[in-house]
T-cell receptor, first 114, second 113 residues
Framework: AQSVTQLDSQVPVFEEAPVELRCNYSSSVSVYLFWYVQYPNQGLQLLLKYLSGSTLVESINGFEAEFNKSQTSFHLRKPSVHISDTAEYFCAVSAKAAGNKLTFGGGTRVLVKP | DAGVTQSPTHLIKTRGQQVTLRCSPKSGHDTVSWYQQALGQGPQFIFQYYEEEERQRGNFPDRFSGHQFPNYSSELNVNALLLGDSALYLC????????????FGQGTRLTVV
């Protein structure tokens, strides 16, 4: 079984400041790692994913996440946030043999202040 | 491409009633998974359907059941509703064996009163 811990439930941040959302996972098997974003009253949208290869993955809107196997972490960062980044962010894992069965963390609510 | 569509968007039911939620997967996808997202929490996996059969199941009671049709669309049924079943129900579709990305619908907000 897998579990995901998001260490911060809420992160207030000023516009144009950097932000880091922490994610740690536990699994006895190899996993794929994901970050999803959820805007108010909407479903989940994939932000970025780590499947294999380079441990640093990037999204098209400036987010990046680094897979650290030894620390079982997949922290999400953005060097400069915008008001439009206000949302809830979920870290998720999927065991490689689990066929897209996702285990989510509890979420981190990011509030970007002007 | 309409993506994953779910209906209805909102629903209010009384305790003890039964409810059916519907999901149409993204074009080309053959696998549908259902998740329950309680307020302020992350989504929890309910079950997954492929080839019209339940392939995986999370820690949910038998009151939660589902179905997948030949066109890959799916239904989630919940019997004997409890107040605690109030949540956002999310459907996700994917392609079997891809292990890459699951696409989510907008969800159905179920309120049990």
């Amino acid at each position: 079984a897998q579990s995901v811990t998001q260490l911060d439930s809420q992160v207030p941040v000023f516009e144009e400041a950097p932000v880091e959302l922490r994610c740690n996972y536990s699994s006895s098997v190899s996993v794929y790692l994901f970050w999803y974003v959820q805007y108010p009253n909407q479903g989940l949208q994939l932000l970025l994913k780590y499947l294999s290869g380079s441990t640093l993955v990037e999204s098209i809107n400036g987010f990046e996440a680094e897979f650290n196997k030894s620390q079982t972490s997949f922290h999400l960062r953005k060097p400069s946030v915008h008001i439009s980044d206000t949302a809830e962010y979920f870290c998720a894992v999927s065991a490689k043999a689990a066929g897209n069965k996702l285990t989510f963390g509890g979420g981190t609510r990011v509030l970007v202040k002007p | 491409d309409a993506g994953v569509t779910q209906s209805p968007t909102h629903l209010i039911k009384t305790r003890g009633q039964q409810v059916t939620l519907r999901c149409s997967p993204k074009s080309g996808h053959d696998t549908v998974s259902w998740y329950q997202q309680a307020l302020g929490q992350g989504p929890q996996f309910i079950f997954q359907y492929y080839e019209e059969e339940e392939r995986q199941r999370g820690n949910f009671p038998d009151r939660f059941s589902g179905h997948q049709f030949p066109n890959y669309s799916s239904e989630l049924n919940v019997n004997a509703l409890l107040l605690g079943d109030s949540a956002l129900y999310l459907c996700a579709s994917s392609l079997v064996g891809s292990n890459t990305e699951a696409f989510f619908g907008q969800g159905t907000r179920l309120t049990v009163v």
